[in-house]
């Protein structure tokens, strides 16, 4: 039985989706925009179980403005149920949404053995599609904008941690170093410098090692 509190805020069982089965996509996409907490949460997740591609636009945009817990993780969770075919509209959300992202580097050192759950809520949504999603975070990483690089690192960094698909490991290090030199989250680099870093160049110098003069010297890596 779900209490009343739960049901303002979107919870549903399967006794309440039961009576929406039958309903066609387009009866469901009307229900994304439902006063009723409920009635969205229906609409999410059937959509999604059933893969309908044109509900993902409507999803993005009600996830960007729901307020209700249970709705908005049953939007969340349908939405990675489409996988890659969601990922080009969920990052036009990245970081436009709520004010809790990271503006700057924590004072205390993270100590918890689990990889930190991501900020963002169009990230968390990204990161439940796993390994698939990292040549599109790839993409990001070198071309959006700087002030968001701070989510996708954190995107990279959870599906790495524990999918153990380590391929994107060293760019998110080396971009991770771009960021700390130059005053987390306001660098200025560009994206062909930034694929310059990640092949090992230094921007300045397009050498593969860089001295503070920008003279290649030894090993010494930028």
Same mark, same amino acid.
């Given at each position: 039985?779900?209490?009343?509190?739960?049901?303002?805020?979107?919870?549903?069982?399967?006794?309440?989706?039961?009576?929406?089965?039958?309903?066609?996509?387009?009866?469901?996409?009307?229900?994304?925009?439902?006063?009723?907490?409920?009635?969205?949460?229906?609409?999410?997740?059937?959509?999604?179980?059933?893969?309908?591609? %044109? @509900? #993902?636009?409507?999803?993005?945009?009600?996830?960007?403005?729901?307020?209700? /817990?249970?709705?908005? $993780?049953? +939007? =969340?969770?349908?939405?990675?149920?489409?996988?890659?075919?969601?990922?080009?509209?969920?990052?036009?959300?990245?970081?436009?949404?709520?004010?809790?992202?990271?503006?700057?580097?924590?004072?205390?050192?993270?100590?918890?053995?689990?990889?930190?759950?991501?900020?963002?809520?169009?990230?968390?949504?990204?990161?439940?599609?796993?390994?698939?999603?990292?040549?599109?975070?790839?993409?990001?990483?070198?071309?959006?904008?700087?002030?968001?690089?701070?989510?996708?690192? %954190? @995107? #990279?960094?959870?599906?790495?941690?524990?999918?153990?698909?380590?391929?994107? /490991?060293?760019?998110? $290090?080396? +971009? =991770?170093?771009?960021?700390?030199?130059?005053?987390?989250?306001?660098?200025?680099?560009?994206?062909?410098?930034?694929?310059?870093?990640?092949?090992?160049?230094?921007?300045?110098?397009?050498?593969?090692?860089?001295?503070?003069?920008?003279?290649?010297?030894?090993?010494?890596?930028?």
């Amino acid at each position: 039985m779900i209490s009343s509190e739960r049901k303002k805020r979107g919870e549903i069982d399967q006794n309440y989706l039961k009576d929406y089965i039958k309903f066609s996509n387009k009866e469901l996409l009307l229900l994304i925009n439902d006063k009723d907490p409920q009635k969205r949460s229906v609409a999410a997740k059937l959509l999604g179980q059933r893969k309908y591609d %044109d @509900a #993902i636009f409507l999803l993005c945009l009600r996830l960007s403005k729901e307020k209700c /817990l249970y709705t908005k $993780i049953e +939007i =969340s969770n349908a939405l990675a149920n489409f996988g890659t075919s969601a990922i080009k509209e969920l990052i036009k959300y990245i970081g436009k949404i709520g004010n809790n992202q990271h503006k700057s580097l924590p004072k205390n050192i993270f100590k918890k053995k689990n990889y930190p759950l991501p900020r963002d809520i169009f990230i968390r949504t990204i990161i439940k599609i796993g390994v698939d999603a990292l040549p599109f975070l790839k993409t990001l990483l070198i071309n959006k904008s700087d002030i968001f690089l701070s989510e996708i690192i %954190d @995107a #990279i960094g959870y599906i790495t941690f524990y999918s153990k698909d380590y391929s994107l /490991l060293d760019d998110i $290090i080396k +971009i =991770s170093v771009l960021l700390l030199k130059n005053s987390f989250g306001k660098f200025v680099y560009s994206p062909k410098q930034k694929i310059q870093m990640i092949n090992k160049q230094c921007p300045k110098c397009h050498h593969n090692v860089c001295t503070k003069d920008g003279k290649a010297k030894g090993k010494q890596r930028y």
